[in-house]
């Protein structure tokens, strides 16, 4: 997992849009707590009523994602983005979902399966 600055990100969807990738991209803008980031996820990525709201759920979710992606396109890839609220809020969440996210991309071929964790503006930087 790659670890992108807030300004890189206009970049990477330009590059990946001209490529015909359409990646996974989840803003976590709001969410702070497991609950909040499992409601975001089953609405975000249009998961099934029966979606379970837990890890192994997510992991089962995003990987069926990324292997329609990589199906379609050869390239699978996740970003992540507005994780301040939760990594304040429920670290040990936010270190649970990089881990399922490094599993993930890890378990495909590195140089196929992409996934960004999109860094916050600094305080003392320009506002969006």
């Given at each position: ?13 330009s ?52 292997l ?20 304040r809020a ?39």
């Amino acid at each position: 997992m790659s670890l992108l600055q807030v300004d890189d990100l206009p970049a990477l969807r330009s590059r990946l849009r001209d490529a015909g990738v359409a990646a996974i991209e989840l803003d976590l803008s709001g969410c702070d707590s497991k609950a909040s980031l499992m409601q975001r996820c089953a609405a975000h990525l249009q998961l099934p009523a029966g979606f379970g709201h837990n890890w192994d759920a997510l992991n089962d979710a995003l990987r069926e994602g990324l292997l329609a992606q990589h199906a379609q396109r050869g390239l699978g890839v996740v970003i992540i983005t507005g994780s301040e609220t939760l990594s304040r809020a429920a670290p040990a969440v936010v270190s649970t979902l990089q881990a399922l996210l490094l599993e993930l991309t890890t378990s495909f071929d590195s140089e196929t399966c992409l996934a960004y964790w999109v860094a916050p503006a600094s305080r003392g930087g320009s506002p969006r």
